[in-house]
C-alpha cells in the first residue's frame, strides 16, 4: 500500500488524473446531450465550464516548461475546481428538490407579445431548459446528483494524496 500512496501521491500524476477526470465527466454529457438528447440547463452548463476549465488549465500547464516545479499548486487548484464544481452541483440538486429557487435565466421567459401570432412566434423561439425539471435519474438520484459525489470524490481524493505528499 505504501508503494501505491507514493506513486499516486507525486502530484504530476494527480493532475493528468483529475483532467482525465473532467474529460470524462464532459464526455458523458456530450454523450447525453447528442444520443440520448438530454438539453442542459444553464446549470449544467456552468457544470462543463468548469470541466472545461480544468481540462485546459491541466492540459495547458501540463505542456508548459514550469510544471513539474508548480504541479503542486496546479493539483490544489484543479481540486479546488471540483470541489467548487460540486457546490454548483449540490445547488441544482437543491433547486431540482425545490428547496430553492431556481436562478432566473431557468425559469420561463414572460411573453410579451401583443397579438396571438407574435405570442406565438415567441414561444417558438424560446429555449429555456428548465433547471427544477428533472430530465434523467437513476435509484432517485438525478444527473446532477450524481456529479455531486463524482465532484466530491474526486476532490477529496486529490486533497488527499496531496496532504500525503512529502514537501
Known amino acids: 500500500m505504501h508503494k501505491l500512496d507514493s506513486y499516486i501521491s507525486n502530484s504530476v500524476i494527480i493532475v493528468r488524473t483529475l483532467i482525465f477526470a473532467a474529460f470524462f465527466a464532459l464526455s ?3 454523450v447525453a446531450e447528442h444520443f440520448f438528447k438530454l438539453q442542459p440547463c444553464s446549470l449544467c452548463l456552468y457544470q462543463q465550464y468548469v470541466f472545461m ?8 500547464a501540463s505542456l508548459a516548461s514550469f510544471f513539474k516545479a508548480h504541479s503542486k499548486k496546479l493539483s490544489l487548484l484543479l481540486a479546488i ?3 467548487i464544481n460540486a457546490g454548483i452541483a449540490f445547488y441544482q440538486v437543491a433547486v431540482e428538490q425545490r428547496w ?12 410579451a407579445g401583443n397579438s396571438i401570432e407574435e405570442l406565438r412566434e415567441e414561444l417558438l423561439n424560446t ?9 434523467w ?6 444527473m446532477a446528483g450524481y456529479n ?3 465532484c466530491l470524490l474526486w ?7 496531496l496532504k500525503r505528499q512529502k514537501k
Open 137 to 142: 435519474s437513476f435509484l432517485g438520484i438525478s
Open 81 to 83: 475546481l471540483f470541489f
Open 100 to 111: 430553492v429557487e431556481p436562478p432566473t435565466q431557468c425559469k420561463s421567459k414572460k411573453l
Open 28 to 30: 458523458s454529457g456530450f
Open 127 to 135: 429555449d429555456v431548459v428548465r433547471c427544477d425539471q428533472v430530465q
Open 53 to 60: 476549465s480544468i481540462c485546459i488549465v491541466g492540459s495547458v
Open 155 to 161: 476532490s477529496l481524493l486529490a486533497f488527499y494524496f
Open 148 to 150: 455531486v459525489l463524482y
